[in-house]
């Protein structure tokens, strides 16, 4: 099982691509992540956001890999522990099909993009910087493929 982690924005800080990278390393030999970056749409004075939104959700959707299981990271999606993730991965493992999950631009995501998530994950009610994100996923990730081989990582 392979994972994608598909996140509309621009290129990030180096703290940010440092932990990414970190955990992206130590999650590889339970499950492989790549990052895919998306352009965002283009907003500002003049701009129509929801152009930009539809823009964004043609370019997550043409990023997915196919027959992948979809997971959206979204405020109303559900929020799970770390220990219901790890649930929630050994589920996507005896599924046998890779993941891709989708992090939205700062209106969220596009409602085709929505459609195709065949379920949406909440980190939280707090508003998270869409980079940080990232890393978060990356971590939680970890810590599930952790929780799943009996490593001491997660000692909560």
Do not use: C
Not at 21 to 49: C, F, I, N, Q, T
Not at 73 to 95: C, F, I, T, Y
């Amino acid at each position: 099982m392979k994972a994608r982690l598909i996140a509309t924005g621009e290129r990030a800080p180096s703290w940010v691509a440092e932990g990414f990278a970190e955990y992206r390393k130590r999650l590889s030999h339970w499950m492989p992540l790549e990052l895919v970056e998306v352009e965002p749409g283009l907003r500002g004075k003049g701009r129509d956001p929801l152009r930009a939104i539809e823009d964004e959700g043609r370019r997550v959707l043409a990023a997915l890999p196919k027959n992948a299981h979809v997971v959206a990271l979204d405020v109303p999606g559900k929020p799970w522990s770390s220990e219901q993730l790890a649930a929630r991965m050994e589920h996507w493992r005896q599924q046998g099909r890779d993941l891709a999950f989708l992090i939205g631009g700062p209106e969220g995501h596009a409602p085709e993009v929505r459609a195709m998530a065949h379920e949406s994950w909440s980190l939280g009610p707090l508003t998270l910087p869409h980079m940080l994100v990232r890393l978060v996923v990356a971590e939680q990730l970890y810590r599930a493929a952790a929780m799943l081989a009996n490593h001491p990582y997660h000692r909560a």
